[in-house]
């Protein structure tokens, strides 16, 4: 989700309009998409913010704490916002409670796209329930994997999933 200065003016989706936002993000199709899908939820597009072009999601978040930008976008828990939160303090936006924002992140971000609810305090830049877009894993196999393999690889995790929930609680 999008990931702003603790005690920075940007409390909500609303508050983006006119600011400086991480954009390109090389070859991270799917950061791109989420911003512009989110940019959508917030009734604008990246004519009405200021994009700033990142090489990835870890360059975004040291821009952000460079101040050479307002917001970037960052996953929940991931070690370079964690690092980001010890030296400037940072929230994570919650996303607009519309029915409609479900539908604008399947359509433009992930098909199998969800809002959920991140507990307080279960990273840091959660102080209050947060909600986020969130979407399961996609596995991506060359062709010529066998069927075996991947069946393998699937009961693993399945069969693994109390001893993965631990390690990424979001």
């Known amino acids: 989700g999008f990931l702003v200065r603790k ?3 940007i409390k909500t989706y609303a508050d ?5 936002i991480s954009s390109d993000f090389g070859g991270h199709l799917s950061i791109a998409n989420s911003i512009e899908a989110s940019l959508k939820i917030a009734g604008d597009t990246w004519k009405d913010v200021t994009p700033v072009p990142v090489a990835g999601a870890n360059d975004g978040i040291d821009a952000l704490v460079a ?21 400037i303090g940072v929230r994570y936006l919650s996303v607009p409670d519309d029915p409609k924002a479900v539908t604008i992140y399947r359509d433009q971000a992930f098909p199998g796209a969800r809002i959920a ?8 830049g959660v102080d209050a329930p947060t909600r986020l877009l969130a ?3 996609y596995i991506v196999a060359n062709k010529d994997v ?3 393999t991947i069946i393998k690889l ?3 995790l ?9 390690v990424h609680p979001s």
């Open 7 to 9: 005690d920075g003016p």
């Open 16 to 20: 983006l309009k006119g600011k400086r």
């Open 67 to 87: 101040g050479r930008l307002d917001a970037t976008w960052a996953s929940l828990g991931q070690p370079r916002a964690r690092e980001a939160d010890t030296q």
């Open 117 to 124: 609810v991140a507990k307080k305090g279960v990273v840091p």
């Open 135 to 137: 979407y399961d894993s």
């Open 146 to 148: 066998p069927d075996a």
């Open 154 to 156: 699937l009961k693993g």
């Open 158 to 166: 399945w069969d693994g999933t109390a001893e993965l929930l631990p």
